[in-house]
């Protein structure tokens, strides 16, 4: 998939996802332990054309970490992850102490200087799992971790995905 026809996809699902009615939504864990939301970040969902989205980032912006997508009741998920030029070629994810990795696809990201990896995974993966339960989802790589939080109210996106996904 090309970077720019990626970033498309990615404001598209965010700006579909920011302006979409959200309807009761699960709270979110209040173990204290747990990691806390970056003030102007969450977790997005949007639908279309029966593919199920799951974006990370800042709404109607390109500033993406994290997409989750896949073939509504696949239980198969594309993930896409923008990294700095040097990040390897796997996609590390951790959630509550469960952590996979995945090899990944590297695409060049000309206009930024970065790289877009994509990699496949199944929905009913352990880390996955964990992450549907505590709200929150790290990746990883040397020397770096960023940490994806749920808003408050904003929770059963992430369970939506996922029972889309199957």
């Known amino acids: 998939m090309s970077p720019i026809r990626l970033s ?3 404001l598209a699902a965010l700006s579909a996802a920011a302006c979409a009615s959200t309807g009761p939504t699960a ?3 209040t173990d204290g332990s747990a990691p806390q ?3 102007d970040h969450d977790w997005f969902g949007a639908t279309d054309e029966r593919v199920a989205h799951l974006t990370f980032g800042r709404a109607e912006s390109d500033d993406v970490w994290l997409m989750l997508s896949c073939a509504a009741g696949s239980g198969r998920l594309a993930l896409t992850q923008y990294t700095g030029p040097d990040d390897g070629s796997r996609i590390a994810l ?3 102490g469960e952590t996979e990795s995945w090899p990944a696809t590297r695409e ?3 206009m930024n200087g970065g790289v877009y990896l994509t990699a496949r995974a199944d929905a ?3 880390v996955f799992l964990r992450f549907r339960r ?3 989802l790290a990746a990883y790589g040397d020397g770096w971790r960023e940490v994806m939080v749920a808003q408050p109210g904003s929770a059963g996106r992430v369970e939506r995905f996922f029972a889309d996904c199957g």
């Open 108 to 110: 060049p990201d000309e």
């Open 27 to 29: 709270p979110a864990p």
């Open 134 to 136: 505590v709200g929150w």
């Open 37 to 39: 939301p970056l003030a």
């Open 8 to 10: 498309l996809l990615a």
């Open 94 to 96: 951790e959630s509550g």
């Open 124 to 126: 009913d993966t352990p």
